[in-house]
């Protein structure tokens, strides 16, 4: 299992992105699919989640801001990050759980000035 994140970029206060995690396989075969970021000098945290089923999961400081989602056919989950802050600011990564392993892309990373 292959994952590659993208999407990364710099942007300012208030403005929007939205990062992609590609897979190499069916995200239908994944258990779950979640966004991690990890800020300097923090541990990586969880942002959002997706299971097989559709059922999504937020981080508390993420809530109502971003909103996790899938394209089967593009075997491709998102992340899209609305009203960013500066302390959105870290490398995010997506993490698929297949067949009770866990598979990492590589990180992007998310700068927004103030």
């Known amino acids: 299992v292959q994952l590659q994140a993208s999407g990364g970029g710099l942007v300012q206060a208030r403005e929007s992105l939205r990062l992609s995690c590609a897979a190499s396989r069916s995200i239908l075969n994944f258990r779950a699919v979640g966004w991690y970021r990890q800020a300097p000098g923090k541990q990586r945290e969880l942002v959002a989640g997706?299971?097989?089923?559709?059922?999504?999961n937020y981080g508390d400081s993420v809530k109502g801001r971003f909103t996790i989602s899938r394209d089967k056919d593009e075997n491709t989950v998102y992340l899209q990050m609305n009203s960013l802050k500066p302390e959105d600011t870290a490398v995010y990564y997506c993490k698929a759980v297949y067949l009770l392993r866990e598979y990492w892309g590589q990180g992007t990373l998310v700068t927004v000035s103030s």
């Open positions: 997706i299971s097989n089923g559709g059922s999504t």
